[in-house]
């Protein structure tokens, strides 16, 4: 079993990756050009920013459906002059 390392901020964190996981990841790295350890890093970024969006949609599409926005078009009647 082989260990990820993160590196942010004079901070440290293990990541344990099971075999395959660590193949992946290192072949996904080589493919675009960077570390692994760049590539996990982006990888958490990436994820991170997902959480966020579907976090923030979770409190908002409630708040859209009570004003009666359900589709996209609903939305550009909206903002349509």
Do not use: C, H, W
């Amino acid at each position: 079993m082989l260990v990820a390392y993160l590196l942010t901020m004079k901070q440290e964190q293990v990541i344990d990756l099971p075999p395959k996981l660590r193949r992946d990841v290192s072949r996904a790295a080589k493919e675009v050009g960077v570390s692994e350890g760049d590539y996990v890093r982006r990888a958490v970024a990436d994820r991170l920013l997902l959480d966020s969006f579907e976090n923030l949609r979770r409190r908002l599409v409630p708040q859209a459906q009570a004003m009666g926005i359900y589709t996209d078009d609903d939305v550009f009647k909206q903002f349509s002059s």
